[in-house]
Structure formats: structure tokens, C-alpha cells
């Protein structure tokens, strides 16, 4: 990939890619939040099995997608839909998996960004995702769900995230966010945030999870296709 072709954020924190950028392009609407402060009722972040699995799926090229495990929200939380084969975790993030700080669709019920992990991702992702779930669900602030976590990380709950861990955005389905729709295809590569500085690039955050994320841009989506030049 050569480098004009290529887009390449750090963070000091964990934010699955759009979490990383988005949410610092955006704009305050006369400096009040547009979003709701508190979860909406659940069925607005809920979809049909069927729509939300293939939605998942469109997150990685199907080679991979079609062999993965899909996991999809319920009223309980996230569960298995689909036992893979190859290691691979995909699923259909929610507002609560944004970063904590500087982020007005925290709780914005239309997000759905599709995602899939490699083997070393999931190990810690997968678990990442349930916590903040099972805290979203039971009613918990953006503020009690930080602290929650932490509380998680530090009983051990929150595997250290493993050499090679990386993971697939390449859906032209999703929906990141109302300013930027489906972004760009991008993969993320993760690393403990103690090792990022050794990137070059560091952003720095504070949020419980310290992982380092370097998002890179490619030019196709997930079925193939070009994206735009963008």
C-alpha cells in the first residue's frame, strides 16, 4: 500500500477505528449535544438475527467472514449466532463501544459498525464488548460504564491484548456515524499503548482499556469493490 493511499492513526487508547477519528471531526451544533446523555430504549439498538449477521459478515472479505464467528445483540447482550472455524470474531459494535471522551453519539441508536477480528483481537475484544454491553444493558451511565470497566480490568476480566491483533472494517453497510456514514475501509492493527510510542505517532487518552490503535485506509471494500478516493 503506498503511502498516499493510507491513512494512519494512534491512539493511547482502545476506540475501534471510527471511535479513534470521528468523533474529533465533528462538530458542536451551537455547543450543545444533539444526542441523547442516556441509552435509549433498547429495541432502537436492535435488528433483525438475519440482517444483523450478514451485516457483521460485510465487515471482512467473505473468505474470511463466511468461516467466522458472528455474534449478534439480544435483549441480554451479545450471543454466538454463528459457530466459525477460523478464530475470526465479527459483529455489529453499538454507540456504547465509542471512545469515552469528546464523543456525542455515545448513545446514538442508528450506529452499527460491522467488524471482524483475527484470533489475537478477539481474545481481548470479545471480552471488552461484553463488559461494556452487560454495563450498557444494565442501565449504567457513560460515566458508570468507565468506571465498571476499570473495575473489570483491574479483577483481570480484560485479557492483555496479544502480539499480531488486528481486525477488519470494510463495510460499505455500516453506520459509524451521521457525519461520516460508513467511513472508509480500514484495518486496525493493536498494541499495548506502553509500546505506541515506538510508532511515531501517539495520540493520548486516558480511557480504562490502554491498547494502542493504528487504523490504515485500503481501497477496497469488503465484496471487492473500489472505494472512493477520499
Known amino acids: 500500500m ?11 487508547i482502545l476506540a475501534l477505528a471510527y471511535d479513534v477519528v470521528t468523533p474529533q471531526r465533528m462538530p458542536a451544533q451551537d455547543g ?4 441523547p446523555t442516556s441509552m435509549a430504549p433498547l429495541d432502537q439498538y436492535l435488528m433483525d438475527r438475519n440482517d444483523e449477521i450478514a451485516l457483521a459478515r460485510s465487515a471482512a472479505p467473505p473468505s474470511i467472514s463466511q468461516h ?10 451479545f450471543d454466538t449466532a454463528v459457530q466459525g472455524t477460523n478464530g475470526f470474531v465479527c459483529n455489529v459494535d453499538r454507540s456504547w463501544e465509542d471512545a469515552f471522551e469528546n464523543t456525542p453519539e455515545f448513545w446514538n441508536s442508528k450506529r452499527r459498525g460491522p467488524i471482524c477480528f483475527n484470533q489475537a ?26 468506571e ?9 476480566e480484560l485479557p492483555a491484548i496479544e ?7 470494510m463495510s460499505k453497510q455500516g453506520h459509524l456515524s451521521d457525519r461520516d456514514g460508513h467511513w472508509y475501509p480500514h484495518l486496525m492493527f493493536f498494541a499495548p499503548a506502553k509500546d505506541a510510542e515506538s510508532w511515531g505517532q501517539v495520540i493520548g487518552g486516558a480511557d480504562p482499556e490502554q491498547i494502542a490503535v493504528f487504523a490504515v485506509k485500503v481501497d477496497k471494500w469488503s465484496d471487492g469493490t473500489d472505494a472512493p478516493n477520499q
Open 163 to 169: 502480539p499480531g491483533a488486528m481486525c477488519y472494517m
Open 68 to 77: 467466522a464467528t458472528v455474534l449478534v445483540l439480544g435483549k441480554n447482550g
Open 2 to 12: 503506498n503511502r498516499n493511499r493510507s491513512v494512519a492513526v494512534v491512539c493511547a
Open 32 to 35: 450543545k449535544n444533539p444526542y
Open 148 to 156: 465498571g470497566l476499570k473495575a473489570a480490568i483491574e479483577k483481570g
Open 121 to 146: 483481537a478477539a481474545k481481548t475484544m470479545v471480552p471488552l464488548i461484553m463488559i461494556r454491553t452487560r454495563l450498557a444493558l444494565a442501565g449504567k451511565s457513560k460515566a458508570e460504564i468507565k
